[in-house]
């Protein structure tokens, strides 16, 4: 499995991982008057955004191991981890997907409910994968484990990161996708969850010109998405022409 190129992921079953960021929050949240707060790449370990995205299959540490069995009811055989690992894949796929799906979820849930005990008004958004249910084989659900189906059920603010360049993608795509997401979710501007989309301003890879910057803005707002942002504010403050696309976008829209 080729290595990641710039990170590497945390496995979301680690105890003290947990239990340090849920502290992190609650900190956060007593210190600071918050409207919301936003969950960044909360998913299984995978470099989504690349043209070619590098999709490994994780986690088999013995406490993703212990809990898929614990939680599903199905005895894992006696063997060295890669034979755990395959035996699971053979033999329970299905399951373990579900399972992987849940663990994701969970920690939606832990963290709406940190929120809800400490500043109810808050929101709770996500930075997340923006491919549809069919990309990459499914990869989004099968090795990122984002279930919407389930994330519906505690995310007030999706906020699809539809980095057009860093994915290999021409900047139409970013309409066409929060269109299809918008559908895909059923949401409505009236109502909980809502669709504000992050869209790509940084120069990385190539320029991102300001008439692309203008038309994936406009497209983060398509179909029944009622806000959008940049990746970054830093390289729109920076550059006096994106700058003017944004207020006027933000003005008019």
Same mark, same amino acid.
């Given at each position: 499995?080729?290595? /990641?190129?710039? +990170?590497?992921?945390?496995?979301?079953?680690?105890?003290?991982?947990?239990?340090?960021?849920?502290?992190?929050? =609650?900190?956060?949240?007593? @210190?600071?008057?918050?409207? *919301? $707060?936003?969950?960044?790449?909360?998913?299984? %370990?995978?470099? +989504?955004?690349?043209?070619?995205?590098?999709?490994?299959?994780?986690?088999?540490?013995?406490?993703?191991?212990?809990? +898929?069995?614990?939680?599903?009811?199905?005895?894992?055989?006696? *063997?060295?981890?890669?034979?755990?690992?395959?035996?699971?894949?053979? !033999?329970?796929?299905?399951?373990?997907? &579900?399972?992987?799906?849940? $663990?994701?979820?969970?920690?939606?849930?832990?963290?709406?409910?940190?929120?809800?005990?400490?500043?109810? @008004?808050?929101?709770?958004?996500?930075? %997340?994968?923006?491919?549809?249910?069919? @990309?990459?084989?499914? /990869?989004?659900?099968?090795?990122?484990?984002?279930?919407? &189906?389930?994330?519906?059920?505690?995310?007030? #603010?999706?906020?699809?990161? $539809?980095? %057009?360049?860093?994915?290999?993608?021409?900047? /139409?795509? #970013?309409?066409?996708?929060? =269109?299809? +997401?918008?559908? =895909?979710? !059923?949401?409505?501007?009236?109502?909980?969850?809502?669709?504000?989309?992050? $869209?790509?301003?940084?120069?990385?890879?190539?320029?991102?010109?300001?008439?692309?910057?203008?038309?994936?803005?406009?497209?983060?707002?398509?179909?029944?998405?009622?806000? #959008?942002?940049?990746?970054?504010?830093?390289?729109? /403050?920076?550059?006096?022409?994106?700058? @003017? #696309?944004?207020? !006027?976008?933000?003005?008019?829209?």
């Amino acid at each position: 499995m080729q290595a /990641a190129s710039w +990170f590497m992921g945390v496995c979301p079953t680690e105890p003290g991982f947990r239990q340090y960021r849920f502290g992190q929050l =609650r900190d956060l949240l007593l @210190e600071y008057d918050l409207d *919301g $707060v936003w969950m960044d790449y909360v998913h299984w %370990h995978a470099q +989504f955004e690349e043209p070619e995205p590098i999709l490994p299959e994780t986690c088999f540490c013995d406490h993703c191991l212990d809990n +898929f069995s614990k939680d599903s009811g199905i005895e894992i055989p006696d *063997g060295i981890t890669s034979k755990k690992a395959l035996w699971i894949l053979n !033999n329970h796929d299905e399951s373990w997907r &579900n399972w992987r799906c849940e $663990v994701i979820y969970d920690w939606t849930y832990e963290i709406k409910r940190i929120i809800k005990e400490i500043k109810p @008004e808050a929101l709770l958004g996500l930075y %997340h994968c923006p491919w549809d249910d069919q @990309e990459f084989n499914s /990869a989004r659900r099968s090795i990122l484990g984002l279930d919407y &189906n389930l994330l519906k059920e505690t995310i007030d #603010v999706f906020s699809p990161m $539809v980095n %057009h360049r860093r994915m290999g993608r021409e900047p /139409a795509w #970013v309409k066409e996708n929060i =269109r299809w +997401f918008s559908n =895909r979710l !059923n949401i409505r501007k009236d109502s909980y969850p809502k669709v504000w989309p992050i $869209v790509q301003a940084y120069n990385n890879p190539g320029i991102i010109s300001n008439k692309e910057f203008e038309t994936v803005l406009k497209g983060g707002l398509a179909g029944k998405s009622s806000g #959008v942002m940049m990746f970054t504010t830093s390289a729109v /403050a920076e550059d006096e022409g994106k700058t @003017e #696309v944004m207020k !006027n976008v933000y003005t008019h829209n």
